[in-house]
């Protein structure tokens, strides 16, 4: 799952301002890093392989409401720290094109991030661990155990968002039951009364657990429809992966950054 | 999502939208999203749709392609609705905001080049940040372009078809990876441009002044006064909330009479 599906206005404020404040520090420390060396090398490689991410991304599978990603794959080309520039370069595309909302591009760029950069950890560990040869079954246990990461993370989320009326007055979130936002000026936390209305505080907190945002719901929604995506995605990183391996194997090994090998004539079939 | 469409929309367009200058459609387009945020309430978000279409109806543009796009988005938003809305007010509500700020999005990038609305992002991000922006955007055209024509030649030569499922995967998964090759020599071609031109870790944009200074300041106040009207509803819905169907009867009036002066004039 590598971005929040939630439009703008239905998380809480204080959730979604947090997510664009940890991005950007994140942003920033990958930039310092990314512009100590080689940066003419970097944009570009940047600004392509966050390309074919998009081209990925905008190929939808309706019936499941799911798209392929390539997350896993642009992670182990890009290495970490390159990997969240171009998530945030992703999501602020996406968001402009009406994919995504604008207020949650912070919390998708640290989704995305986490999706490429445990892919470049997890994928080379277990290419280490299960050898060069098998470049496809290192790539598809990679994708699954990240996706299922961060569908838990998004999980977090919305538990995090979903909590119930009385939480959702103080955050500024949805209430699902008024369909009302909370304020947070109107009482709980700062009770100032500019807008009126405190004393319907009581009256909300005494229907707090009537309907709270399901978050058992929509996690049995997400871990149903989610392992089918994560097979595709699998399926999808170890063919690409293992194909690239093949033809130019410095690429997924070494990321890239790396120079191309000189073409092996005679070993077009990729025994190496 | 055909990028391509959108840019030479973009460029090519001659309304006054497309007059008015790149940072007065941000700074609107920023207040409409937040009256998305703001808003609690169906009718003003019905409201703030309509006026949109409205918008986009009267400066006669594309609006059969616009539309998809701004649905995109429902999709996913009613998954999302159907997992965790208690009622079907609340899923409206749900997607309603997803499709309202894609549309607002889908109408800025109508309407002002790419290349000016990243200008105005690179003022806040790191420079290798907004040059990499640049780049992709750049690069997303090339590359759709050419998974359309590889995907044409599967079609051709594999055959994508749903009788043979596996052997149309496996030509997909070839294609991708044909693709992932593409883009990274691509990206040797660029680093090649790069280094020729002397790149020194910043792609300048140069800022286009506005062509209608007064379409400016009426895109600002519209979107000022929607935002002005959402925060009243909210704040105190007894007395002005039960008010908000007039905003949107006067909304669905004015979609009404831009698509017939639209109609007559076409």
Known sequence: MSHIHIPDGVLPVWLWGAGWLVALVALMIASRISERESVRRKVPLLGVISALVLVAMSTEIVPIAYHVNLTVIAGAILGPWMSIISAFVVQVILALLGHGGVTVIGLNTIQTATEMILGWLLFRAFVRVLGRPRVRWAAAITTVLTLAVTTTMLVGLVALAGAGPAAMRETGALNPATLRFGNPLDGGVVNVGLFGGGEHAAEEESHADESPLSVTRFAAVVYTLGPIGWLLEALVTAGVLGYVARVRPSLVFEGGLAEAEPPHFGDEHGRH | ?266
């Not at chain 2, 459609?25 to 808003?39: D, Q, R």
């Not at chain 2, 992002?121 to 050419?146: C, H, N, W």
């Not at chain 2, 359309?148 to 596996?166: D, E, F, H, M, V």
């Open chain 2, 1 to 266: 999502m055909d990028v391509t469409f959108v840019d030479s929309a973009a460029i090519l367009g001659s309304s006054r939208l497309h007059a008015a200058s790149a940072g007065a459609k941000v700074a609107a387009f920023t207040l409409v999203l937040a009256t998305v945020v703001v808003t609690n309430d169906v009718l003003v978000l019905l409201s703030a749709l309509v006026l949109l279409l409205a918008l986009a109806a009267g400066m006669g543009m594309p609006l059969r392609r616009m539309v998809p796009l701004a649905l995109y988005p429902a999709v996913f938003a009613a998954v999302f609705a159907f997992a965790s809305a208690p009622s079907a007010l609340s899923a409206i509500l749900i997607v309603g905001k997803a499709v309202t700020a894609a549309l607002a999005g889908v109408v800025l990038m109508f309407s002002t080049p790419y290349p000016q609305v990243f200008g105005i992002v690179q003022r806040f991000v790191p420079g290798i940040v907004g040059d990499a922006l640049l780049m992709t955007y750049r690069s997303l055209f090339l590359l759709a372009e050419k998974l359309a024509s590889l995907s044409t030649a599967i079609k051709l030569r594999s055959g994508l078809s749903g009788r043979q499922p596996i052997r149309a995967f496996r030509a997909t998964t070839r294609a991708l990876g044909g693709l992932l090759l593409y883009a990274l020599d691509l990206s040797q071609r660029e680093y090649d441009v790069l280094r020729l031109r002397g790149y020194e870790r910043r792609l300048r944009v140069r800022a286009l002044p506005s062509a209608d200074v007064a379409m400016d300041r009426a895109l600002l106040v519209g979107a000022a006064g929607l935002l002005g009207i959402t925060i009243t509803v909210r704040a105190v819905p007894e007395a002005v909330g039960i008010y908000s169907w007039m905003l949107a009867a006067l909304s669905l009036l004015t979609l009404a009479v831009t698509a017939t002066v639209r109609r007559r004039k076409s």
